[in-house]
DNA sequence: ATAGTATATAATGATATGCTTATATGACCA
DNA sequence: TGGTCATATAAGCATATCATTATATACTAT
């Protein structure tokens, strides 16, 4: 799949408006440095396991992320094949790290739970 | 106001909610070309004219657009000094140019109608 | 003043969204 | 096989969103 020059409009708010989500928006930053597994979004967000899943499935949907099983973990990661993987870039790249997050994370030793 | 090099999570997942809705990003894209005033929103979009207003009152709320009296009409424009205006501006830059509704608009004579 | 045009606001209703709890699935291990 | 961990799905509920119709406001022109 070819990145175009510009995004359909119908596409494109679609798209804005799944990422027009905080939850999901510091989903996408995060994957756009790491691969993440859901047990890992549960840790960093102080939401329910369903909760993180269904925001995932929904980012899954139109295929911003992609999924890959390990063992009994299942980790995600951004589609950088994605038909507006431009768009959908240039929007995180103007978002702060969250490299804080994952920081958390080790410090509370809930990221070698998964790796 | 000065553009920063990244945009606070929580002000980019509302901003991106608000440009994820196909009306208000279509508007957004237009403004970005040339002022509008509300009564050639009305004549580009099926709907009514309470709906288009409160679409621009959303945009106004969060300051990504002004509007400015002359006579009876109000004309928007993009606020080109917004906070975020970095962002907003690479978004719209990747969608299609919306002159074709323009256009439209100027056949059907409506164009002029507030002009 | 009055009527007409342009726009905004209020009230309402249908649908969408985002969470919760409960339950199902699937992999691993004793 | 049974138990446990990781994840997904289902059902339910509260709130948000987006449209509509009705009405208010503001300017213009006669």
Redesign the interface.
Known sequence: MNPK??????R???????????TR??MM?LLSSHECCVCEFVGIFKMSQPAISQHLRKLRDIELVREERRGQWIFYSINSEHEDY??IK??LD???G?DESINDLEKQGLRISCG
Not at 5 to 10: G, K, Y
Not at 12 to 22: C, E, I
């Open positions: 020059e510009t995004v359909d409009l119908q494109a708010s679609q798209l804005l408006k799944l990422l027009g989500d905080k928006l510091t930053k431009l768009l240039s929007i103007q978002l702060p969250q």
